[in-house]
């Protein structure tokens, strides 16, 4: 099994280029290493930034309830991977956007933007937006965690959908998942994709998306597709897609 990882808002200047140390982890991410995940000396951890950089530590001792002595590795940088994939997510009920985020997250995704469509129920005004966009965010970062990833995808701000168009735009590919059979969407499975650049999905709530969304995106340069003969939940479908995506562009090879 891989290593641990845990969270750094960032690396001292004097580790970034050769092995150093000793390095204390502290604060949540030391107390969770030492009691919750219970670290001793000897075992291994990664430590990460969240945006690509990161670095191997030995642990050196457990001190108190929260302290993490470690010797630290080289801090190094993954390269971003491409095609980027984007999921424009609808805004489920409840916590189902939490597990979207989860999910996609554990899969591979690299950004998400919550999207709110003329369809959701659930839509992010004032106060309450500003604390489901925290839950996402700290949900891209827990699973990234728990995935062993070291970049964590973006959660961009909620968008509307003539910003979700502007995105759409720009894309090197352009999806709209529509389940709609008398509409004429393609299958996902044999689209073509690029091999590079940028991969943008757009995932409607479970109302679907409104023909006028559908002809805003369209005219934006996106097509509509589906993914197979059952019509799955918007907190699956993203999910789904990614790692159909990810097969298909040779990124899970």
């Given at each position: ?108 995704v690299d950004a998400i933007v919550p999207w709110a469509a003329s369809r959701c129920v659930t839509q992010w005004r004032g106060d309450r937006g500003l604390k489901a966009l925290a ?25 509307t959908s003539k910003q979700v168009a502007a995105l759409l735009a720009r894309a090197d590919f352009a999806a709209v998942l529509h389940e709609d059979r008398d509409y004429g969407s ?68």
């Amino acid at each position: 099994m891989t290593a641990p990882v845990f969270v750094v808002e960032s690396f001292p200047p004097h580790l970034s280029a050769a092995v150093g140390g000793p390095y204390v982890l502290d604060g949540a991410e030391g107390r969770h290493a030492v009691s919750v995940k219970r670290m001793r000396a000897g075992e291994t951890v990664v430590l990460t930034d969240g945006a690509g950089r990161w670095a191997e530590g030995e642990v050196v001792a457990a001190e108190g309830k929260d302290q993490l002595v470690l010797r630290l590795g080289a801090v190094v940088e993954e390269a971003a991977e491409s095609p980027r994939i984007t999921v424009v997510q609808a805004l489920p009920k409840g916590d189902r956007g939490e597990l979207a985020v989860e999910t996609m997250t554990e899969t591979g995704v690299d950004a998400i933007v919550p999207w709110a469509a003329s369809r959701c129920v659930t839509q992010w005004r004032g106060d309450r937006g500003l604390k489901a966009l925290a839950k996402w965010r700290a949900t891209a970062r827990e699973a990234g965690k728990q995935s062993r990833r070291v970049r964590f995808p973006e959660i961009a701000d909620a968008a509307t959908s003539k910003q979700v168009a502007a995105l759409l735009a720009r894309a090197d590919f352009a999806a709209v998942l529509h389940e709609d059979r008398d509409y004429g969407s393609a299958a996902l499975a044999t689209a073509q994709l690029p091999s590079a650049g940028e991969i943008v999905l757009v995932v409607g709530p479970e109302g679907g998306v409104s023909p006028e969304e559908l002809t805003l995106f369209e005219e934006a340069g996106a097509k509509a597709y589906r993914l197979g003969a059952s019509v799955l939940r918007t907190s699956t479908a993203g999910t789904a897609a990614t790692a159909l995506l990810l097969g298909r562009t040779g990124r899970w090879s």
